[in-house]
């Protein structure tokens, strides 16, 4: 996920994304990261039956370069589209 401009990158795992992708836009958790930075744009999504793979992809983008994860972004959503919208889920 990311904001308006694009410059802040957050990446996360949940089990409902329709759920977590209302819990971001609406600011519901006042202490989160995604609400000091005003995270709401989903640009990035990929999805697994496998709980435990989830999260070691998670882990592993989490520690990859600004230049990686954008390069991630951009081979399937080049303009940085919300896919929320897309995929109905706002």
């Known amino acids: 996920m990311t904001n308006k401009n694009n410059t802040v990158l957050y990446t996360g795992v949940t089990g409902n994304m329709a759920r977590r992708l209302e819990e971001h836009r609406s600011g519901a958790n006042t202490s989160a990261f995604t609400r000091r930075y005003n995270v709401n744009k989903l640009v990035f999504v990929e999805s697994s039956n496998d709980v435990e793979a989830a999260l070691n992809y998670e882990k592993r983008i989490k520690s990859w370069s600004r ?23 706002i």
């Open 67 to 89: 230049k990686k994860k954008i390069d991630l972004i951009e081979k399937d959503n080049p303009k940085w589209d919300d896919l929320g919208k897309k995929y109905n889920l």
